[in-house]
């Protein structure tokens, strides 16, 4: 059963912010939200996570829904080179867990 | 910043053939991860090491092994190659627990066996 729910792609003018959604409904109280994104034929680059409080770095920021059953990853100012596959995942606490990566949204970034 | 690298990024292999894909992290890291990606299906998890010389099965361990006798060096190894594991293999490693958790990926090995 899939975790995480995410639109299948989405297109964004260069220069203006990418919001792009993730409902994670089922989550429970020791999971993360992490986001990572996955240039063509390159592995996973991380973005950001977070557990309950809005995150934000130097890639992107995460808002999280106080009741936990969403999230939303923004790129402030996206860019040609943001275009890529964004995986919204749910995972719990320890190292040794593996990721389950969903099919993720195809963000295409244009001119 | 975190370094994994891969020993290769392009690899074509006969059926048969033995094929060893390594990969090396810079961060100390106890926790690797070997998974292969293929249109569809996402990453599975092939294999995992919480620490040097220890190896556990990860959802489609059948056709592979690991190695790792090393902490920054986890090994994949193909016994004999078949057609069925043409596929981009990826490898990670993460740290114990709190912000080291988070894994971080190579650049990825995309395989073709004829």
């Known amino acids: 059963d899939a975790k995480t729910t995410q639109p299948t792609s989405m297109d964004c003018a260069e220069g203006r912010a990418a919001n792009l959604p993730c409902n994670h409904s089922?989550?429970?109280?020791?999971?993360?939200v992490y986001w990572y994104r996955q240039i063509h034929s390159q592995g996973p680059q991380y973005i950001i996570h977070g557990l309950k409080n809005n995150e934000t770095n130097e890639m992107a920021s995460l808002i999280i829904t106080e009741d936990r059953k969403s999230s939303t990853l923004i790129l402030p100012h996206a860019t040609l080179r943001d275009t890529a596959v964004y995986y919204c995942i749910v995972r719990e606490t320890g190292g040794g867990n593996k990721l389950t990566f969903g099919t993720g949204t195809q963000l295409k970034v244009e001119l | 910043d975190v370094k994994v690298t891969q020993s290769s990024r392009y690899l074509v292999k006969r059926t048969g053939e033995k094929v060893f894909l390594e990969c090396v992290q810079d961060m100390d890291h106890e926790n690797m991860f070997w998974y292969r990606q293929d249109p569809g299906l996402g990453l599975r998890l092939i294999y995992f090491?919480?620490?040097?010389?220890?190896?556990e099965k990860g959802d489609i361990p059948e056709g592979y092994s690991v190695s790792r006798e090393k902490k920054e060096r986890f090994s994949l190894i193909l016994e004999s190659a078949s057609t069925n594991q043409t596929s981009m293999y990826l490898c990670a490693s993460a740290g114990l627990a709190g912000f080291q958790e988070t894994q971080y990926f190579g650049p990825g090995t995309r395989l073709l066996v004829l």
């Open positions: 089922t989550i429970s109280g020791n999971e993360y």
């Open positions: 090491s919480y620490d040097v010389k220890m190896k």
